[in-house]
């Protein structure tokens, strides 16, 4: 069964993924901007198959959805830590 809020966190998503690709030399600028994009996209993943756990493969898509939330929320802590270890600026 799918929820309202989870299709609507994945069209946000889809909204922000757009914004990344429009502003890509923008987002450029930001230190690490990898480990940043590479947390959004794993959550942008746990959504995906948030949604398509409804629909077949329950149980394994819900492993992959959390083993997605968990992994980015480390590379997000890790993007954290660098930046406030480095002596730059967020935008450079």
């Given amino acids: 069964m ?9 069209i ?14 923008k987002i450029k600028r930001i230190y690490a901007w990898r480990n940043l994009m590479a947390g959004f996209y ?7 198959f948030t949604i398509a756990e409804g629909f077949y493969w329950g149980y394994f898509l819900n492993i992959f959805e959390h083993a997605c939330y968990g992994v980015s929320a480390v590379i997000i802590a890790i993007w954290c830590l660098r930046l406030l270890f480095s ?5 450079t």
């Fill in 12 to 25: 946000l998503g889809i909204g922000v993924l757009t914004f990344t690709f429009i502003h890509k030399a």
């Fill in 42 to 48: 794993l959550l942008l993943f746990a959504w995906i």
């Fill in 87 to 91: 002596h730059k600026k967020i935008v």
């Fill in 2 to 10: 799918v929820n309202e809020n989870e299709v609507i966190m994945l």
